[in-house]
């Protein structure tokens, strides 16, 4: 190999050196961005995925008075691991023991809302689809406790305060602490527009329950 060549060679090297080294910092500095994007994608089909269940309803699990305890962080208490706060899901079977109907879509929404102060991280995806289910599980008080003559009629406005009692009576119940209204409050700032989910409303089909 002549001198030149030797050269050539040598100098190939070293470009070919320096595309690597600005490859792997590339990779490096898209590595964050992407395991954000993985963690977002993970908790939004977790978000979507979180339904209330028959027994739920039913009260088949229902868990002790949490006491004091329900207050002392802004989660509280969820000794039954259904994702609804353990004060707010007693004190809907206390006020609703016979109506499975009411307790389901008011549970539901309870869920959704409980959703605001667990999410493991907070972005404009994820705090956004949240809000998506809770805008269906608002859907499924109205259409379950104030049900339109038919699909297209308008509501009245006693139907309408109708519909902001329970909606209110949940919201009261959960964020019933300042630092759960500060935690709302925040949660809403990561908040975009967006348009309703293409599902049915309510998770449980209130036509298989008794009342």
């Known amino acids: 190999m002549d001198t030149n060549t030797k050269k050539i060679v040598k100098k190939g090297a070293r470009i070919l050196k320096w595309v690597m080294v600005v490859f ?5 500095a898209r590595l964050p961005f992407y395991l954000r994007n993985e963690n977002t994608k993970e908790q939004v089909a977790k978000i979507h995925a979180t339904k209330l269940t028959m027994d739920d309803v039913m009260g088949v699990n229902l868990p002790p008075d949490p006491g004091a305890e329900a207050d002392k962080t802004v989660a509280g208490v969820d000794a039954n691991k259904n994702g609804i706060r353990d ?10 023991p016979n109506s499975a109907k009411t307790r389901a879509v008011l549970l539901q929404y309870a869920l959704v809302l409980q959703m605001e102060v667990t999410q493991p991280f907070e972005n404009t995806v994820n705090v956004t689809e949240v809000v998506r289910e809770e805008d269906r599980a608002h859907s499924c008080v109205a259409d379950a406790l ?20 329970y909606i209110s009576s ?10 759960r209204k500060f935690t709302k409050s925040n949660f809403y700032e990561n908040l975009r527009s967006f348009g309703p989910l293409d599902e049915v409303v309510c998770d449980i089909d209130l036509f298989t329950l008794p009342n």
């Open 146 to 165: 104030v049900p339109r003559e038919t699909p297209e009629s308008g509501r009245s406005m006693t139907d309408v305060k109708k519909i902001e009692n």
């Open 24 to 28: 792997v910092v590339l990779l490096v």
């Open 87 to 96: 004060d707010v899901e007693l004190a809907i079977f206390k006020e609703y």
């Open 170 to 179: 949940i919201e009261s119940k959960q964020f019933n602490t300042k630092e």
